[in-house]
């Protein structure tokens, strides 16, 4: 059974720091393409980055020079590092297994950023 | 970034049949066709259909979509209370080098 669970959300101050994760089972990370996904309270879905089998990566201009995504095949595990936090990057954050499409989807965590 | 321009809301009766639309351009839902997505409040998304008319296993046939140029369309038939709920239409945009997203339709049913 294919599951995303992702941890490490929290709340932030303006200009910090998290490192959110995402543990994935059921499937083999390094043969699919993993994103983020996040979705502002009452908004629509965003799209934040993507990392390739090959380690290629792409960000939204929203996020470029921000977040940092990383995959560690070893440990079936998917990182988002995202510096200099706005209040705008409060949200959802979802991992999402692309297949043609986001065909699996993790639960989401609460990122909030806030004095 | 630019993305997917969608209706913010459709209404339709119960057991009617209501249909979505997802406009974009050439580089994405007129590239490789868009894919849709239902969510419900409170939950992740669920994958419908992608790459314009493939649903996933478990996805009731009732659940169809299309597209015609740069307009990605998802009918649903016999609509149920169930169906009622935001949904998302994605695509890649090959331009841009980025997923882009519609905004939302929120479906009520009547």
């Known amino acids: 059974e294919v599951q995303l669970v992702e941890s490490g959300g929290g709340l932030i101050q303006p200009g910090g720091s998290l490192r959110l994760s995402c543990a994935a089972s059921?499937?083999?990370?390094?043969?699919?393409?993993i994103n983020w996904v996040r979705q502002a309270p009452g908004r629509g879905l965003e799209w934040v980055s993507v990392i390739l089998g090959d380690g290629t990566t792409y960000y939204a201009d929203s996020v470029k020079g921000r977040f940092t995504i990383s995959l560690d095949s070893s440990k079936s595990t998917l990182h988002l590092q995202m510096d200099g936090l706005r209040a705008e990057d409060t949200a959802v954050y979802y991992c999402?297994?692309?297949?043609?499409?986001?065909?699996?989807w993790g639960q989401g965590t609460m990122v909030t950023v806030s004095s | 970034q630019a993305g997917l321009t969608q209706p913010p809301s459709v209404s339709a009766g119960l057991r009617q049949t209501a249909t979505l639309t997802c406009t974009g351009n050439s580089n994405n839902a007129g590239n490789q066709g868009a894919a849709w997505l239902q969510q419900h409040r409170g939950h992740p998304p669920k994958l419908l259909s992608y790459?314009?008319?493939n649903r996933p296993s478990g996805i009731s046939e009732r659940f169809s979509a299309s597209r015609s140029g740069n307009t990605a369309s998802l009918t649903i038939s016999g609509l149920q209370p169930e169906d009622e709920a935001d949904y998302y239409c994605s695509a890649w945009d090959n331009s841009l080098s980025a997923w882009v997203f519609g905004g939302g339709t929120k479906l009520t049913v009547l």
């Open positions: 999402a297994r692309e297949s043609d499409a986001f065909d699996f």
């Open positions: 059921g499937f083999t990370v390094s043969n699919f393409y």
């Open positions: 790459r314009s008319n």
